[in-house]
């Protein structure tokens, strides 16, 4: 397993802090065969990449998708052994996509421990903003910003983690959202990818349907249109990201290119 340019440098407690689990979680998928070795620093000191966090991750959404230890561990012995943590990233998105949509319950606790890390104020208002969390019924209206910045500091205070703040969440977005919180990009222009995003995949979608209507036919059962639309929905998947990642591969050299 490759670790791109960065050096392993999270300790176990790091680690299990930024995949939003407890150390003894980690350890137990490390006992498992699940997750290789740490590399051994001074003072035998295990220290961890992105690559850990990566698979992490990964380990976690194909557990919510239903998939047992052993099954996790097939399909994660099929896997290359030299894939970074971009590529383990891009690999749990696909698995997360087939997620049913599925919205939970959460208290502001558990939002911050699925998330790994503490969530502040401008953290909570910039999720909200990008649709991956919403404020239960009952939870105070101090993330609209319209609010003085008096309640959003006590807001993103460390006596409020414990408060009765409810979010209403998307499991399947979660570790998206948190990770976008830390792209140094601004966050209009995060909304207006996801903009664009939304555009073209629904335009894509709609255009794809239609071509599948018009193969199936008005006699066919509905049976049948079910069947059909499951067995070509991960071949359409699996082309639209091979193509998109394909596209802005090109893109991205173009740019460099000119610059």
């Known amino acids: 397993m490759t670790t791109d340019t960065e050096e392993p440098t999270l300790t176990v407690d790091e680690l299990a802090a930024r995949a939003g689990l407890t150390v003894r979680t980690v350890r137990f998928y490390s ?7 740490p590399v051994i620093g001074p003072r035998r000191v295990g220290h961890y990449s992105q690559e850990h966090l990566a698979r992490l991750a990964l380990i976690e959404e194909l557990q919510r998708q239903g998939m047992t230890l052993a099954a996790i561990e097939r399909h994660l012995q099929q896997l290359p052994a030299d894939l970074s943590a971009q590529d383990l990233a891009l690999h749990r998105a696909v698995v997360a996509s087939w997620a049913p949509d599925a919205a939970e319950d959460v208290t502001r606790e558990e ?17 909200v903003a990008m649709n991956i969390i919403e404020r239960a019924e009952g939870t105070p209206d101090s993330l609209d910003g319209s ?9 993103a205070s ?7 703040d409810s979010f ?3 499991p399947a977005l979660l570790a998206l959202g948190v990770q976008l919180l830390d792209v140094p990009l601004a966050h209009e222009s995060i909304l207006a990818a996801r903009g664009v995003l939304l555009e073209h995949s629904r335009a894509a979608a709609r255009e794809l349907s239609a071509l599948l209507r018009e193969a199936v036919g008005e006699h066919e059962s509905v049976a049948a249109v079910k069947s059909l639309s499951a067995h070509m929905q991960p071949l359409v998947v699996q082309a639209l990201l091979t193509t998109f990642q394909r596209s802005l591969k ?3 050299r173009e740019w460099l290119k000119e610059s």
Do not use: I, N
Not at 112 to 124: I, N, T, V
């Open 250 to 252: 090109a893109e991205l």
């Open 111 to 127: 939002l911050e421990r699925r998330a790994g890390r503490r969530l502040g104020a401008e953290d909570l208002e910039r999720l």
């Open 31 to 37: 006992s498992k065969g699940l997750l290789p070795p």
């Open 168 to 170: 209403r969440v998307d």
């Open 158 to 164: 460390p006596d409020s983690l414990a408060s009765p």
């Open 147 to 155: 609010d003085s910045p008096a309640s959003l500091a006590s807001l």
